[in-house]
């Protein structure tokens, strides 16, 4: 990891910019490559860490990732429901927190090649940072092939979903991926799922009567 690489310039300058930080913690793999380049700039130890949930309780495929991502980095989340589950807006969520627990900046994996709407957000922001709301993208310039690519050169570990072929980690289980939950992860999440959002279980008798919902568009598959 050679961290004067450009690659590293936007991670390195929000390093810099001090203070306690305010993590967003995601399972997706956009967030496994940031902590592991802010690990090497900065002690994760001193900052705040966020994950919001879907489901009250995390399932225990979920919960298992997350603890080895909080053990293997030396942090501790704090698991919120989504802001929109609660009829609330994420920046009014993300503001408290700060506030509470005193972080100069909210520092997110968000990248701009994304989506158009992304890249024209996050392009004028000097080194990655948008000082006005106080958030940080040290991965604002990177490509989901470079993200791959740091994956697989650093051995980062993932959650379940990418071995079983999908383009991202699952934040809740609605539609087709209710069957892959049941089938592909497992029984033992399945039924943590349904106890807490009984469409799950809707969701899932829909699929299992319509293979064509398993292998469309709505499971995120590699092509």
């Not at 090649?113 to 948008?130: A, H, N, V, Y």
Request: with cysteine; charged share 25%; glycine share 8%.
């Amino acid at each position: 990891m050679n961290l004067n690489s450009p690659m590293y310039h936007e991670a390195k300058c929000i390093a810099a910019f001090g203070g306690r930080f305010a993590f967003g913690v995601s399972l997706g793999r956009d967030f496994a490559v940031l902590i592991h380049i802010m690990s090497h700039l900065t002690d994760l130890s001193k900052h705040a860490f966020f994950h919001w949930s879907k489901y009250p309780k995390l399932l225990p495929y979920q919960a298992r990732y997350l603890e080895s991502l909080e053990k293997r980095y030396g942090f501790r989340s704090e698991i919120q429901i989504w802001p929109e589950c609660k009829g609330m807006k994420q920046p009014d969520c993300i503001s408290e927190f700060m506030e509470r627990n005193g972080c100069s900046l909210c520092i997110q994996g968000m990248r701009m090649d994304e989506s158009l709407q992304r890249r024209g957000m996050l392009k004028g922001f000097t080194d990655g940072i948008d000082y006005q709301r106080k958030y940080g993208y040290p991965l604002r310039r990177w490509t989901a092939r470079t993200i791959r690519g740091y994956v697989t050169a650093n051995r980062i570990p993932l959650s379940i979903e990418y071995s079983l072929g999908y383009k991202h980690d699952f934040q809740d289980h609605r539609g087709a991926r209710a069957y892959v939950l049941r089938h592909q992860i497992s029984e033992e999440d399945y039924q943590a799922a349904i106890a807490q959002d009984p469409n799950v279980e809707i969701d899932y008798v829909r699929a299992a009567n319509n293979p064509e919902l398993i292998y469309g568009k709505d499971l995120f598959q590699i092509q």
